[in-house]
């Protein structure tokens, strides 16, 4: 049996469509499959939902984190480095760690990446990022 960095033994976790943990954000939405002490802090397992027309989180990198990126729906349009590739259903993206990324969808269809971030933990930042976003949003009211 997998166990965590303290030798805690991991325990099965099954979701049914559409269950984990939700995050709204303007033309966005999260939700956390797995993170934290569910996967040992080894990697954090989410879904990232953008409405049509709809931006992603804005060109950015992780110093100390690996990402993956599955198209889940729809077509997603992906920055790597300073390339913007439209990505259709099926479309696979690996971002190693310092690497300039974001996402959005153009479309007028709603677009789903599924993401796996390597080392985990990533879902203790979503608060602070939901805030960021309200804050900005009533700034620009």
């Known amino acids: 049996m997998a166990t965590t960095t303290d030798t805690t033994p991991l325990r099965p976790l099954v979701l049914a469509p559409g269950e984990g943990r939700a995050y709204a954000m303007p033309a966005m939405r999260v939700v956390f499959k797995a993170d934290g002490a569910e996967t040992g802090e080894r990697y954090s397992i989410s879904e990232w939902w953008v409405e ?11 110093e100390a984190n690996d990402e993956i990126f599955y198209v889940i729906e729809g077509t997603a349009s992906v920055l790597v480095g300073d390339r913007w590739i439209e990505a259709p259903r099926g479309s696979f993206f690996f971002i190693p ?25 990533f879902e203790e930042n979503m608060p602070a990022i939901v805030r960021w976003y309200q804050d900005n949003a009533a700034a620009g009211a």
Do not use: C, I, Y
Not at 52 to 62: I, K, V
Not at 101 to 116: C, I, S
């Open 52 to 62: 049509p027309h709809g931006d992603g989180p804005g060109a950015h990198s992780h």
């Open 97 to 121: 760690a310092g690497t300039t990324h974001d996402f959005a969808n153009r479309t007028e269809k709603p677009m789903g990446l599924f993401n796996v971030f390597v080392p985990g933990g």
